[in-house]
Every structure is written in C-alpha cells, then in structure tokens.
C-alpha cells in the first residue's frame, strides 16, 4: 500500500489545485496494545503483536494507527501514569521493538502516532519524586502543590474525575498536591518554564526517531486558573453521571493560557515539516462544547491540527438532529480548520452497544463518508460490542472507585478476536480481560471470509476512499431528505457523489436531486442497492447508499 504524503487535491468552493497532507485525506486507527495481539503468552498484547498485525491493517485500508500508551508505568491507570516519557514499558517490549514496529510500519505506507501524556505523570517518575522530597526542591514547582484551605482540608472543591477529592494531602512536606485523575497521577505545573521545556524535549524525542505525530491527552485540563478558585457547582448534576460532575470544571480546565500551550507544540510538529522531514500531526483529546472546541484550531499562532470532535459519539441518532449537529460543527470551523470525527474509543461504549449492529453499518458509511479525518477504534471494524466483566475480573480503577454506574472503560477494551483457535488467536494465555462471548463467530478470520460482513463493508468504504478524492477530501453539503433519512453530497472536481443513510428500521424513500437522478449505485451497506428510479432512491430498513455521478 503506498503511502500518501501528499495528496492533489481541489478543497473548498474554487476548485484550485493544493497539497493536502496525508492526515486530511487518511485515516487514523486506534489501537490500545494490551488488547490487539499478545506474542510472550502473558495474555497482554505486545509491541511486537502490533508489527505482526501490520498486514490486516494495510489490507484493512487505514493510513495511520494510534497507539495508547506504551510507556513505562505502575499501570494504575494502564499507562496513563507516565514513569518516563522516553522508553517504552516491559509488558509491551523494547525501544528496539519499537523502531522495528516504526520501520515496518512506514515501509507498509502506514504512519504511526503516539499517545502523549502531558497533563500528568505518575507518581513514581523521578520528577515526582523530587518534587515529593521536600519544599526547597528544584522540581518542588513543577507539580501542583498548595497549603491547606484556612479552616483546614483541601485548598479547593475540585473533584477528580475520578471521583473524590483532587487533592492528595502530604504529610511529609505539610502541602496537598492536585490530581485530576487518580492520586498516582499527579498534575504537572505547565505555568513553568521548565516543565514545558522538559516536555518539548519529550516530543522531540520521539519525532526524532521518526514518530508521525501524537495524539495529545487531556489537552483541555493542561492549565488551571491561577488562582485556584472553586468550581461553581453544576445545577445538573445527577448521581449516575458519576462524583466529578457535581461541580461545573470552569477553573480547573480549559484556561486561556493552554492555547499557548498547544501552539508551543505544533510549532515543533511543523518544524520537522519545514525542515523537509514529513507531516507531522497533533491531534487533541478535548471534550468541551464545539465553540470551545474550535479555539484549539489556534488564533494568531495554529493550535492542534485535529481538535478530536466527539459529538457523534452521544449524539441522538436521529437523521435530523444529526443533520443540525453536522452542519452547525462545519458552520463553526474556523478558516482552514479541517474536521475530525470519531464513533468510538477506549473510554466510550462500542458504537455496536450504542446503536445495535444494524446502524452500526450506517454508522460506519457515515464515519467514512462524511468531510474529514476519522478515527476508527479498533475491533468497531467486527462490530464488537462492550464485553460485560465479572466484578472479580475489573481492571479499571474508575469502575473500582465508582462501581455500577456505567462508567467502567474495561468492556470497550478487551481483546482482539483473531479466529476460533484458543483464546480467539489473541494469546497462549488467557487474556488481561474476557473476549466477547461471540468470538468464535465474531472474529477477524470468520467475518474476512464473509462478503456481507460488516468487515468486509469497512473495507470497501476504505478503498472508495482511496479511489474517490470526493470522499477523503472533497466538498460537503447536506441535501434535502424527510424522516429518517440523512442525505448529503461530497464533490470533488467534476465527481459528485451523494450518500443517503437510512437511521431507521422501516423503508424508506428519498428523493433524489435533479441533477443527481442519473446516479448509480456505487456501494450499499447491505445487497447491491436499487437503482434511482423516477427520481426515488428506496432505502431498505438500516441501509446507506452511496450514488456516483460522473463528472
């Protein structure tokens, strides 16, 4: 599969010729390592399982892959409590493994992104532990700390998001520092200088050896106010939304100051770019309503290129209300803004679970159809759905601190299912988490032999994007549709294309455009599609259709 750097295109409403960069016409792919391939037999997926699933992903069609974190660790929160940002964890492998995995990635035409961690590290990495040490130490500012509120307890009401206070009191040193995850994640201070240099220096490090760019986490929690004053209290909040929502976090996020921060970072991502040495990406991890959201895109100076967009992931699957939700994300881009969707991740339920495996397919025709980068999440491709665990087989600390409210991320993270050997072809060993009870028919080997598997739809959706420049980086305006169907167009030169989506469970009839009735069908998500008769395109229950029109 070669690789595509660059890709000419027409972008906008004049139709001239520009290099777009690999990340606007690809797609991304998310792969959390302990649940794609595990090649030691300790029922944990590896590094080395990644390099040795490079042929699915490239025969799959995705461009890039995102890797969670693989970074040393305690593992209190599987990665997420960062040791040392330049090495890579022994559960996973080596550096070397990862040079191997880099180097045979690239010569595959895939490029690989991983995940940064700079909010907070754990609390067992050596600048902690000087920080720890006491008051007078160098790297005491690097982290949060502060004195006791007057009347004694924490300096503030902030809540970890978690759930429980986010303050750590210190006996040793009589201060108590933030966190705004679990207690082994302490916040960095990126108000100083020296943290901010420290992780620059992380960045380079990895871009060095020849990284493609980096998903950024948390990116909105990076700044809090100066002050550290109380979060107002959210007059929404209801108990099963879980203890981190009783305040509204308009201090302790989302500060003006982050801004500066992010363009801090992308300046080193596109200096390797200047310096003729490939694209590089920053994609942010950021929920906040889409007006904050386009801040991220930057002012004066770029922020991240891909502020992830998530509103698909709880949207109202309804045709209208996604219709409003599309068109008011596109309406509030800024200029040269290029969008981002995402169905699915490692902390949100399988869209599978939310949708049934019928829209899922829609879902997916929509995620590859609509103007931007999407994300897939790995094993959506099978339309795996979340994976129910036994109380005593719970891994994530936020089901363990706050059990049975729905907020556990163990049942979207378990393990790839490859075929029906043992173990579904994952591991010798059983796996960190159960495998989806269906896996000996819902598995990779099983649905590639199936044409009408929802595999096998994925597939083709991802080589029409590589064939149809219209999908992966034309126009896109919405059409005229009633009832459940969504209907938009994508042009791209002289090549429309129109895709209609039926969300719902009963047929469908949608009323084909003047100038498109001469359509044909170019892909289905169920049997070949009807033709457009008499200007009306019939949807079966759960279909999407994609109609080409030559230019």
Excluded at 80 to 88: G, H, N, Q, R
Excluded at 417 to 439: K, R, Y
Aim: hydrophobic share 40%; glycine share 8%.
């Amino acid at each position: 599969m070669p690789g595509r750097e660059h890709l000419q295109a027409a972008i906008g409403c004049d139709d001239a010729p520009v290099t777009v960069p690999w990340w606007k016409s690809g797609v991304i792919y998310q792969i959390y390592p302990r649940s794609l391939q595990d090649t030691d037999g300790d029922g944990v997926g590896d590094l080395k399982g990644i390099s040795r699933r490079l042929d699915y992903l490239t025969g799959l069609g995705v461009d890039a892959i995102w890797i969670s974190p693989i970074y040393p660790s305690p593992m209190a929160d599987f990665g997420y409590d960062v040791s040392d940002y330049c090495d890579i964890d022994p559960r996973f492998g080596t550096l070397a493994d990862f040079d191997d995995l880099l180097s045979q990635a690239h010569a595959r035409g895939l490029k690989v992104l991983l995940d940064f961690v700079p909010n907070h590290s754990s609390d067992q990495h050596p600048w902690f532990v000087e920080s720890r040490a006491s008051r007078a130490n160098p790297k005491r500012d690097w982290y949060l700390w502060r004195d006791p509120a007057p009347g004694g307890g924490p300096p503030n009401n902030w809540i970890s998001d978690f759930g429980g206070p986010a303050w750590q009191w210190d006996e040793a040193s009589g201060q108590y520092y933030y966190h705004a995850f679990l207690k082994e994640q302490p916040d960095l201070n990126w108000r100083n200088p020296a943290v901010r240099a420290a992780m620059h220096d992380v960045l380079r490090f990895w871009l060095d050896r020849g990284v493609d760019g980096f998903r950024v986490d948390v990116l909105w929690h990076l700044v809090k106010s100066a002050d550290f004053q109380d979060n107002p209290p959210n007059p929404a909040y209801r108990p099963e939304l879980g203890e981190m929502h009783r305040v509204l976090q308009l201090h302790s996020t989302d500060q003006p100051e982050v801004h500066d921060v992010a363009a801090d970072m992308r300046a080193i991502a596109d200096g390797y770019a200047a310096a003729g040495r490939g694209a590089r990406v920053l994609v942010g991890e950021i929920y906040l309503p889409v007006e904050q959201l386009m801040a991220y895109y930057g002012g004066e100076r770029a922020g991240v290129h891909l502020p992830f967009n998530f509103q698909l992931i709880e949207a109202p699957w309804q045709a209208r209300p996604l219709a409003v939700l599309i068109a008011s994300y596109e309406a509030a881009l800024p200029q040269g803004g290029w969008p981002s969707w995402v169905l699915g991740n490692h902390d949100r339920p399988r869209v599978a679970t939310r949708r049934g495996q019928a829209q899922a397919r829609i879902a997916a025709m929509l995620l590859l159809t609509l103007r931007g980068t999407p994300t897939l999440y790995y094993g959506d491709e099978l339309g795996l759905s979340d994976v129910p665990i036994p109380p005593g087989q719970v891994q994530d600390p936020r089901e363990l601190r706050q059990p049975s409210k729905g907020l556990g991320r163990d049942p979207m993270r378990t393990p790839m299912p490859w075929d029906a050997s043992e173990h579904a072809g994952f591991s010798t060993a059983p796996p960190w988490l159960p495998l989806n009870a269906d896996w000996p028919e819902r598995n990779v080997a099983r649905l590639a032999a199936e044409p009408g598997s929802l595999l096998a739809l994925y597939r083709r959706l991802l080589a029409l994007r590589r064939a149809h420049p219209a999908l992966a980086i034309g126009d896109f305006a919405l059409l005229d549709a009633e009832e459940d169907v969504l209907a938009y167009e994508r042009r791209y030169g002289e090549e429309r294309l129109v895709v209609a989506l039926n969300l719902g469970a009963t047929p469908q009839r949608f009323e084909v455009p003047t100038w498109a009735r001469d359509g044909r069908p170019l892909l289905s998500t169920l049997a070949d599609a009807a033709p457009v008769r008499d200007g009306v395109l019939r949807l079966r229950p759960n279909e999407g259709v994609i109609l080409t029109l030559a230019g």
